[in-house]
């Protein structure tokens, strides 16, 4: 072992006893500091955690959404338009999409009916998401009854329930077959409520959006892209708005930090005239009483940053569920996949390790740099 690892050894030694001395203080310290980092990491972890989520979930989305305006409003389309985008070069392919809401009064939620292009259920039988049937109380083989367009009872045998890893997605959501569609909303035949386009480069996406444009003005083209943007334009804002209301909190931290920068109390002035009297140099004060703020600060960093992962991830985040997830009847449940990005966890670090170890060392080195008789008979 080296001389300068064991001096700085000694120092870190000394600066546990020295803490230990004061733990009532250092205790309410580690604890306002822990609370800190605990509620802003954990925004930002749950945050982070969706946006990623929600990334994963339009990873399959269709490269082009084209839907059909009417004064403004979103309208059903032909099936001509289907003809008519098809022969577009760089498109691959062009379905046709039926979906709809229904306003369920029992639950007081929007449900959100679709026909899948693929694998969709036989006639009278419907696949309904985890929220939907927890809600419900249903099961495989239950009768699932709404009022379709003309008041009249309809009712949907439940086939089975979604995937729990896509309740994000399909909280609210039920696969219901094309004729069960057209029957339930009295939806015309030969109209679709949008098209999908399959774009064989991804390159090409922007310009085939404005080929569809040039043949149909009428129409309204959404990229995977800029669904992706709206996502996490939502995920921003209401990530925001919580890190708005913990500002009180970084404001109440950041004075605490200032208070500790301002001065010494007259006991540790006189702690630090003694070591400087007994021969320590000003160096040896200032390494101590540096080993002495980072271990504070770093010790409550980690334990707030694990306690704010155990929340997210292990917890499903009860604190920050109802404004990032958003305000809803269907709260959709499911796993958040964790990962470590250093980036965001050296950020959190230098925004709340450093100012606070900084801050100790200014009032430290005035009074290491004083005459230690005059510090002592203060």
């Given at each position: 072992m080296t001389g300068g690892w064991r001096r700085q050894r000694a120092l870190i030694d000394f600066a546990v006893a020295n803490m230990a001395r004061r733990r009532g203080r250092n205790l309410g310290l580690f604890l306002a500091y822990t609370l800190v980092v605990f509620l802003i990491s954990g925004v930002v972890l749950y945050g982070d955690a969706l946006r990623r989520e929600a990334r994963a979930l339009l990873a399959d989305a269709p490269e082009l959404v084209v839907q059909r305006l009417t004064a403004g409003r979103h309208d059903l389309i032909p099936a001509g338009w289907t003809e008519t985008l098809a022969g577009l070069r760089g498109v691959t392919a062009v379905q046709g999409r039926l979906w709809g809401y229904h306003y369920d009064p029992?639950?007081?939620?929007?449900?959100?009916?679709?026909?899948p292009l693929e694998d969709a259920p036989l006639p009278g039988q419907v696949q309904i998401g985890s929220a939907l049937a927890r809600e419900k109380g249903l099961g495989r083989d239950d009768v699932l009854s709404f009022r379709d367009a003309y008041g009249k009872p309809f009712p949907f045998a439940v086939a089975g329930?979604?995937?729990?890893?896509?309740?994000?997605?399909?909280?609210?959501?039920?696969?219901?077959?094309?004729?069960?569609?057209?029957?339930?909303?009295?939806?015309?035949?030969?109209?679709?409520?949008?098209?999908?386009?399959?774009?064989?480069?991804?390159?090409?996406?922007?310009?085939?959006?404005?080929?569809?444009?040039?043949?149909?003005?009428?129409?309204?083209?959404?990229?995977?892209?800029?669904?992706?943007?709206?996502?996490?334009?939502?995920?921003?804002?209401?990530?925001?708005?919580?890190?708005?209301?913990?500002?009180?909190?970084?404001?109440?931290?950041?004075?605490?930090?200032?208070?500790?920068?301002?001065?010494?109390?007259?006991?540790?002035?006189?702690?630090?005239?003694?070591?400087?009297?007994?021969?320590?140099?000003?160096?040896?004060?200032?390494?101590?009483?540096?080993?002495?703020?980072?271990?504070?600060?770093?010790?409550?960093?980690?334990?707030?940053?694990?306690?704010?992962?155990?929340?997210?991830?292990?917890?499903?985040?009860?604190?920050?569920?109802?404004?990032?997830?958003?305000?809803?009847?269907?709260?959709?449940?499911?796993?958040?996949?964790?990962?470590?990005?250093?980036?965001?966890?050296?950020?959190?670090?230098?925004?709340?390790v450093l100012p606070y170890v900084a801050a100790t060392l200014v009032p430290v080195w005035r009074a290491a740099t004083l005459d230690p008789d005059g510090v002592m008979r203060e």
């Open positions: 029992a639950l007081g939620a929007n449900l959100t009916l679709w026909v329930t979604l995937e729990r890893q896509s309740e994000l997605a399909n909280a609210d959501l039920m696969l219901v077959n094309e004729k069960d569609f057209r029957a339930f909303f009295a939806f015309p035949q030969g109209m679709f409520t949008d098209l999908a386009l399959s774009v064989r480069n991804p390159r090409e996406v922007r310009k085939v959006a404005e080929k569809v444009l040039e043949r149909l003005p009428a129409a309204r083209v959404i990229s995977r892209e800029e669904m992706a943007r709206t996502y996490e334009a939502a995920f921003n804002w209401r990530q925001g708005l919580l890190l708005s209301v913990l500002s009180v909190l970084l404001l109440a931290f950041a004075l605490l930090a200032w208070d500790k920068a301002s001065g010494l109390s007259a006991e540790e002035r006189r702690e630090i005239g003694i070591l400087k009297a007994v021969g320590w140099e000003t160096g040896d004060v200032l390494a101590m009483k540096l080993w002495e703020g980072g271990l504070l600060s770093l010790t409550a960093f980690l334990a707030g940053y694990i306690l704010a992962w155990l929340h997210v991830f292990h917890a499903d985040a009860p604190l920050f569920t109802a404004v990032l997830k958003g305000w809803s009847v269907l709260y959709p449940r499911f796993a958040l996949v964790p990962e470590v990005n250093v980036a965001q966890l050296a950020s959190l670090a230098f925004l709340t």
